[in-house]
């Protein structure tokens, strides 16, 4: 009997199987705009319990990379009530990802009028894609001032209740991966001497506040948070403390009573790996769900949720190479490689084009 593919609740919400579709930028959103192709792109995709969308910008601020969406206008809106109308009509539930990139950004990537921000004036080393140069080194941020931190969160909740008017059955808060969350939660990145600063109890409190203003917004139960302890992506470096300073988010996390916690493990890429015991202090002292993520594999994803150590499992690039990764996985089918050159890359191909199998390959490999 198979826990991957039993049916389970998250919160309120009933879901069709416990594997989630994780949040994968795909630079498809010509203008900022979700389209006609992120529509067929998502909506192949919904055969998952729950998918979380590629990080979408809460504001124009936010909007460091090419191409990426958007939800902060009119027509974003509109055009991601089309994509959760599809998903839901597959039966899928889908939350959106809110991710700002704060100081991951350069200028060329940036809307008219807007601005890389970050907690301190720290640039990332690396550099970052525009359409208009190719890559360029990360942008220097501005420093963010008091107003601009309370308007960013007041971003955030706006963000949130345009996610609802599209259709959204919740958020996730992309705490992680080095984006403008995970900057005020490091101290490499955050180097603020006043209340957002310094101790972990000031690191954490721009996440906590933007964390309870969405929660305001829109209800504990529509929102999630991705972390990523121990990850190294976009120049942050690991530091002695990490794992007490994780815990102490976890704690604060529960009691604000987020609907779920998503730990990031990405050792499958090349990161450091995130030690047991901050997956099992994360599992023990936060009561909402559990997901799991970073390189699963079906057999894998079985045998964590049977222990009990998470409560649903995220997959990342075997959703993206494989429209119909359920009937796959459930079959013990072949699955198609993921093509890195196309990760990023605008139009179809490497995107909508990934083969499904036909309904004669799923039954004989069921049979195998
Ligand atoms: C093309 C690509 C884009 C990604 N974009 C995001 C993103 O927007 N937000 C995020 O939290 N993680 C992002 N990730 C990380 C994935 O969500 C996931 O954690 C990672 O791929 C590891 O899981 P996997 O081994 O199942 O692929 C991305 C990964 C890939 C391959």
Known sequence: MSLLF??????????QNRLVMAPMTRNRAIGNIPNDLMVEYYAQ??????????????????????????????AQIAGWKRVTDAVHGRGARIFMQLMH?????????LPPGARALGPSPVAAAGEIFTDAEGLKPNAMPQAMTDADIQATIQEYAQAARNAMAAGFDGVELHGANGYL????IRPNSNQRTDRYGGSIENRARFTLEVA??????????????????????????????????????????????LVYIHLVDHSSMGAPAVPETMKATVRHLFH??????????????ETDLASGKCDLI??????????DLVDRWKAGAAVNAPNADTFYTPGPKGYTDYPALSTGDVLSAAHR
Request: proline content about 8%; aromatic content about 8%.
């Open 6 to 15: 039993s049916h389970t609740s998250l919160g309120p919400l009933a879901l």
């Open 288 to 301: 909402g769900t559990l997901i799991l993520s970073g390189g699963y594999d079906a057999v894998r994803a």
């Open 45 to 74: 995709r919904a055969t998952a319990g729950l998918i979380i969308t590629e990080g979408t910008s809460p504001s124009p601020n936010g909007t460091g990379y090419a191409r990426i969406p958007g939800i902060y206008s009119a």
């Open 314 to 323: 995220a997959v990342g690039r075997p959703f993206l190479a494989n429209p």
């Open 101 to 109: 990139c704060g100081r991951i950004a350069h200028p060329l990537n």
């Open 212 to 257: 309870q203003a969405v929660i305001t917004a829109i209800g504990k139960d529509k929102v999630g948070i991705r972390l990523s302890p121990f990850g190294a992506f976009n120049d942050m470096p690991p530091y002695a403390g990490m794992e007490a300073d994780y815990t102490y988010l976890a704690r604060q996390l529960d009691a604000l009573g």
């Open 181 to 184: 969350l995970e900057q005020f």
